[in-house]
């Protein structure tokens, strides 16, 4: 239970130091809504990335405790942090 909470704790901490996830959300939204727009059509935004990250990460924590998929993910990690590395700079 000790390392479930560490290792929570240990992403939860990580994805608050990313700051450019927000930053390129936030432009996102900044240029594709209304100039004018109301409150609660950006609050609206916010609630639905909100839940977008909590459904995203639920997922991702959910296939990656399979003893399977995690096997398959950590032979493959190197394969898969450098096709990631690669994809992220082409959109940079």
């Not at 240990?10 to 109301?38: C, E, I």
């Not at 398959?72 to 959109?91: H, Q, S, V």
């Amino acid at each position: 239970a000790e390392q479930r909470s560490n290792s929570f704790f240990a992403g939860l901490l990580t994805n608050l130091a990313n700051p450019k996830a927000p930053v390129f959300t936030s432009s996102l939204f900044a240029a594709s809504m209304p100039q004018h727009a109301p409150i609660y059509l950006g609050l609206a935004c916010v609630a639905s990335m909100f839940m977008i990250a909590i459904v995203w990460f639920a997922c991702v924590a959910t296939l990656l405790s399979l003893d399977h998929v995690s096997a398959i993910f950590l032979k493959n990690r190197r394969w898969i942090d450098r096709c990631a590395g690669i994809t992220f700079m082409g959109l940079g």
